[in-house]
């Protein structure tokens, strides 16, 4: 599987391995070319280090995830362990022996590639995310946001780019995840200030989905999900991701 990433990341990114420690001449790192910055190592490790049975020796890549709790949920996984030998920074180890498909692995690459990128290449390459927004019913009729129209204007979300999918959760009294939206335009100035509440900037969102207010409730996020606040825009789990997508 090495011979398999080296030819997605080469495709991809451009990027060939490096063998840059003197002591682990047999492991690649993948790394930015401005930066420097690791974004993927392959090591070969005991599995017994893993706790895995048996004493041969597996390779395992090590990325980094950009949410702790998207590191937390993956290491939870058949095939996931929190990072060998880089357990800082919310850096996972994947198996490379056909536990984890070989998409997914991909797909976490890409995660780690973008997560350890400079702040210029960020804002080039950075793919559409998946956020989760608060909606006070104190400001704004949530329940009836969607009546009139599919598209609405709604506050900036510190982070939010347009491509983006928001899912809008309506706070107390309703206390559930209500829409699922696509952001369609960014940026917009706007000037709003009315004691705790300031709006500097909003943005388009267009209605793609609806949920009921017993589907996912703060309840089922906080339980299931390990959500307790939502407070600003926050990303979303991958198992919760998959469950909103049904």
Not at 94 to 100: E, H, K, M, N, Y
Request: a positive charge; proline letters at 6%; one cysteine or more.
């Amino acid at each position: 599987m090495r011979e398999e990433i080296f030819k997605y990341v080469k495709k991809k990114y451009g990027t060939e391995p490096d063998y840059p420690l003197p002591t682990a001449q047999g492991f690649p790192v993948l790394r930015h070319e401005d930066n420097r910055k690791w974004f993927a190592i392959i090591m070969d490790v005991p599995r017994e280090k893993l706790g895995l049975e048996g004493t041969d020796r597996v390779d395992v890549l090590n990325v980094k995830m950009g949410d702790p709790m998207l590191a937390d949920i993956l290491t939870q996984q058949t095939g996931y362990f929190r990072g060998y030998h880089i357990s800082r920074g919310n850096w996972i180890s994947i198996l490379l022996d056909g536990t984890v498909p070989f998409e997914d692995i991909c797909k976490w690459i890409d995660e780690s590639y973008v997560v350890t990128a400079s702040k210029l290449k960020k804002q080039k390459i950075r793919p559409p995310k998946e956020w989760i927004i608060p909606a006070n019913s104190k400001y704004y009729d949530i329940e009836h946001a969607f009546d009139d129209a599919k598209e609405i204007d709604w506050k900036q979300g510190n982070g939010v780019r347009t491509g983006d999918t928001v899912y809008v959760y309506a706070a107390a009294p309703v206390s559930a995840i209500l829409y699922k939206c696509k952001v369609t335009k960014t940026g917009i100035p706007y000037d709003y200030r009315d004691g705790s509440l300031t709006i500097t900037a909003l943005m388009k969102i267009r209605l793609l989905k609806r949920y009921k207010p017993d589907k996912f409730t703060f309840d089922r996020l906080k339980g299931e999900y390990g959500i307790y606040a939502i407070r600003g825009p926050r990303g979303v789990p991958h198992s919760l991701s998959e469950e909103l997508k049904k």
